[in-house]
């Protein structure tokens, strides 16, 4: 046994997160759930955008209208449970469950990085009203964990949103965009090579305007990694 499994079920719950009723394995689940939950396979390099087939390397869109990022890792479909579980998360206040869902990214990206490994980490910054009210960014325990996992940096400071503007959630694609013009502000340098981390993406919109505003601020080579990412 690997020292860190050791350590996971010396300190974490030793049952599983999900079902509570096998042992856990190192990323808090058992090894049913986790082969059972919806990992992504086929999807586009460049925004994971879920794909019917290994063959294509890129979506339709970001062919067309290639986006200001180099490539998306993102663990899940966002279909069941892990639809259920994140909305669990951010709206009935669960942060617990991103434990075992941030784990699982680290895993991946453990597998896959070789030498594309980023500088920092960038979690998606959050309307301070909304964090406050929320008690926590959801990005940015995600990012925490997964910097713990890999031993990267996580840029905490100097990069914020701006309050004001509607909820994303409410929006079409066109109406996202629109509303995310301008609305991150970096106060720093930052690194060539950063990860942007968020929870889901959905259409990419905000991944785009953040991409876009630490280009301007000296990122270069830039990632998303996201736990989940819905069909745009
Ligand atoms: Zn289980
Ligand atoms: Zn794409």
Request: hydrophobic share 40%.
């Amino acid at each position: 046994m690997k020292t860190t499994e050791k350590n996971y079920r010396l300190f974490f719950n030793q049952s599983c997160a999900l079902c509570s009723t096998f042992p856990a394995t190192e990323t808090g689940l058992c090894e049913g759930c986790h082969t059972d939950l919806p990992w992504l396979v086929a999807a586009c390099r460049c925004c994971a955008e879920p794909l019917t087939s290994h063959q294509d390397l890129l979506c339709p869109n970001c062919v067309k209208d290639p986006p200001p990022f180099d490539r998306t890792h993102a663990a899940f479909r966002y279909s069941f449970p892990i639809n259920q579980i994140i909305p669990a998360v951010k709206y009935h206040r669960r942060p617990a469950m991103l434990g075992w869902l941030s784990r699982s990214l680290a895993q991946l990206m453990r597998d896959r990085l070789e030498n594309d490994i980023p500088e920092a980490l960038i979690p998606v910054p959050m309307h301070p009203w909304r964090s406050f009210r929320r008690g926590f960014n959801q990005a940015e325990l995600i990012a925490a964990i997964l910097g713990q996992e890999l031993g990267i940096p996580v840029i905490e400071k100097g990069i914020s949103r701006k309050a004001g503007g509607a909820h994303q959630a409410e929006l079409n694609r066109q109406e996202r965009l629109a509303n995310l013009q301008h609305s991150f502000q970096v106060r720093r340098t930052l690194p060539a090579s950063v990860a942007i981390v968020d929870d889901v993406m959905t259409t990419g919109a905000t991944a785009r305007e953040l991409a876009r505003t630490l280009r301007e601020h000296g990122a270069v080579h830039i990632q998303i990694w996201a736990l989940a990412r819905t069909p745009s």
